[in-house]
């Protein structure tokens, strides 16, 4: 087994596709709501695998889609600080804010950094105590632990200069207002990698209350294409239940460590999403122990709630309401080249699939 | 060489006896011929009638070592290739080294000779020069530009402007993709994971001269360096206004590449190359063409890889492994690491 090749062997995803077209009867829509879902349907083709029962719209999933403008404002604005690193993901680098963009701040002289781990962002800090290092955290309960886990390293490292403007997100209450807000889902096809952290009972209400299938899956085409025939299979005989498709990583208490370094360090805060508004408890904020380390609270950086871009439907998008096509912009005025939402410049977002993989 | 100079200083720039010494010491040490010899400003090239090709390119990669090459042999590769896919053969190339004060004159050495070793390889010549040295911090320890010339024989005059291309010419590469891009990201001092990747970096002259002597129906020719394989095929859509259908089970990546694409969220496609040839033939010789390949040591894993096409006009399909279709687009930008 080495992971690369057999959750791509044809065989097996045609022999699941099938499968699919014979049992699928009934309508059914289903969202994947993580975003790097949305980028392997559209890569590997799993629409053309798929009868014309089923509909697969997008989620709320992708964290540089979802992470507010004012967000990005905010870190353009702590760049311009002298002395300040900003350290962080290749993501959010193009990502326009109102009016720049770290890549244009870069460019203009601010010392910005890529990096592949928080954990760099401390060894940067180490090495130049003269200057204030920022991380600007985003993600949902995948990449949190590890800013958690870089926090708490740097709490016992006594470290003076490293910080996170945290935007981080959990998943489960912007599922569930999506649903309470009357978006129509059947099913969700639900991101892998946040349950090998936070476990699968985080879902249990959606199936219990909701009355919908929730299956936990892989990134790869026979993991979408399985848990696309589950959620099928659940649907058609009117048992909606949470399931795990992903078993080679994805445990139903999820990892108990990474769970730990979160509540240790993060609480639920009510967080603001692009295209969809304030969700009660659906962010983390850095905990009062710990806001040593929380920029917010360090440095007195205030910019402007910058209003969304004039004819961008990245809300309803997000939403799974529309699709790329519907909106006026998309491929004309916003493209990967000169994005206008976020949903097109993040690799992971719906309009940036749409436009690189829709033949 | 002064045992003392161990280090670039201003003055090797300044025109005056540190230079010379430099020159003397160090270039012409690894580059002397009979035409350099002479040190004239420009160089005197004896003539002929062929067309003559003529290319430059500059090299500002960072880091300057990387596996399986430095910026040294990627200057003459590059430039060496530019002419090759031009359908010429390259004959003479000038190197000009822009060098940040301080630079370790151990580094240059090591640099200037595997650029040496490269030009030899090549069979080309390096014919001319140029020596700058800049204040610290106004470049980033070492830029290196080379321009060359080609002599392009008649029947190969049209091998590379995509003339004549129809439906059903078969689309061919030389060996895996990826390799260059991957090695040199996996060198950077900020990644914290070793992998077996090794750059491709080679000049492609020869291979090519062996393809164009044994065939006649080359129509096109590229390197995918930056922006990749994608960038290539997409340029030649964009050329020609037929489609182009990539079989994704049929193209060559090294294990290596594939892992490190997953893990960083790259597509194999948009990495850089920097000895590889993308080539365009008539359908009725593409195993001819296949075999030629496969017997050059650079193109032991040749294949086909896709097929010129009447449908989707202007676009690059990718048929996926898993049966499915998807677009292969340009790159925008360089390829930035993702983190889910």
């Not at chain 1, 919908?212 to 058609?236: H, K, N, S």
């Not at chain 2, 822009?98 to 030899?120: P, T």
Request: glycine residues 10%; aromatic residues 6%.
């Amino acid at each position: 087994m080495q992971y690369l090749t057999e959750f791509r062997n044809k065989d097996i995803i045609l022999a699941l596709s099938e499968e699919v077209k014979r049992i699928s009867t009934k309508e059914i829509t289903l969202m994947e709501v993580c975003g790097g879902h949305t980028m392997a349907i559209h890569r590997f083709g799993i629409h053309s695998l798929l009868p014309p029962t089923i509909r697969l719209i997008s989620g709320p999933g992708c964290p540089v889609c979802v992470s507010s403008q004012h967000f990005l404002d905010a870190a353009i604005a702590y760049s311009k600080i002298p002395g300040v690193v900003i350290t962080t993901y290749g993501d959010l680098i193009r990502v326009p804010g109102s009016v720049s963009s770290l890549e244009k701040e870069n460019a203009a002289g601010r010392d910005i950094r890529i990096i592949y781990s928080p954990l760099e962002a401390l060894e940067i800090a180490g090495k130049n105590p003269e200057k204030q290092v920022i991380f600007p955290g985003i993600g949902f309960e995948t990449t949190a632990p590890a800013t958690a886990a870089t926090i708490v390293e740097a709490k016992k490292a006594k470290l003076q200069n490293f910080f996170v403007l945290s935007a981080h997100k959990v998943m489960p209450p912007v599922m569930k207002a999506l649903v309470n807000e009357g978006v129509k889902i059947d099913g969700f096809i639900a991101p892998g990698h946040v349950s090998a952290i936070t476990g699968t009972a985080i879902y249990n209400d959606l199936a219990d209350v909701f009355k919908l299938g929730v299956v936990v899956t892989g990134f790869e085409p026979v993991d979408l294409m399985q848990a696309i025939l589950m959620l099928v299979r659940q649907f058609e005989s009117g048992l909606p239940k949470v399931e795990i498709q992903y078993q080679r990583v994805v445990q139903s208490e999820g990892n108990k460590i990474a769970q730990g370094f979160l509540s240790q360090v993060f609480e639920l805060k009510d967080d603001r999403w692009r295209g969809l508004g304030i969700i009660p408890k659906s962010g983390l904020k850095i905990r009062n122990e710990f806001s040593f380390f929380d920029a917010e609270k360090n440095f007195n950086v205030t910019v402007p709630e910058p209003a969304d871009p004039k004819g961008c439907i990245c809300g309803s998008i997000l939403r799974g309401l529309k699709t790329p096509n519907d909106c006026s912009l998309f491929a004309k005025v916003c493209t990967p080249s000169f994005p206008v939402g976020a949903c097109m410049v993040s690799g992971e977002g719906n309009c940036a699939a749409f436009y690189k993989y829709r033949l | 060489m002064n045992p003392v100079e161990d280090k670039i200083l201003l003055s090797h720039g300044n025109g005056g006896r540190m230079m010379h010494n430099l020159i003397e010491n160090l270039f012409l040490k690894y580059f002397a011929n009979p035409i350099l010899n002479e040190q004239t400003d420009a160089a005197i090239l004896p003539a002929n009638t062929a067309d003559i090709a003529f290319t430059t390119d500059s090299f500002v990669i960072d880091p300057l070592f990387f596996p399986g090459g430095n910026i040294g042999k990627l200057a003459v590769c590059g430039t060496v290739n530019d002419l090759a896919v031009s359908g010429a053969d390259p004959l003479y190339l000038s190197v000009s080294f822009i060098i940040e004060e301080g630079f370790s004159m151990k580094e240059l050495e090591l640099i200037v000779s595997s650029l040496a070793d490269e030009a030899r390889n090549a069979r080309v010549t390096i014919v001319t020069g140029d020596t700058k040295v800049v204040n610290k911090g106004k470049c980033d320890k070492l830029f290196i530009n080379t321009a060359g010339i080609g002599s392009v024989r008649k029947e190969n005059r049209f091998v590379s402007k995509a003339r004549d291309i129809k439906p059903g010419d078969i689309i061919l590469i030389n060996g895996a993709i990826g390799d260059h891009g991957m090695a040199v990201m996996s060198a950077r001092e900020s990644f914290n994971f070793k992998s077996p990747v090794i750059s491709d970096c080679a000049s492609l002259n020869h291979l090519i001269r062996e393809i164009l002597d044994q065939t006649v129906s080359v129509k096109f020719m590229r390197d995918p360096t930056r922006g990749g394989v994608a960038t290539v095929l997409n340029e030649l859509t964009g050329k020609t206004g037929f489609g182009i259908e990539i079989d994704e089970s049929a193209l060559p990546i090294s294990r290596g590449v594939a892992a490190m694409c997953e893990i960083l969220g790259f597509d194999p496609l948009h990495i850089a190359n920097e000895g590889k040839v993308i080539i365009v033939a008539g359908h009725e010789e593409a195993d001819k063409i296949l075999t030629v390949m496969k017997k050059n040591i650079l193109g032991g894993k040749s294949a086909i890889i896709g097929r010129v096409t009447g449908d989707h006009p202007g676009k690059v399909a990718l048929k996926t492994e898993t049966g499915g279709r998807r677009i292969i687009d340009t790159l925008t930008g360089d390829p930035l690491p993702r983190i889910c």
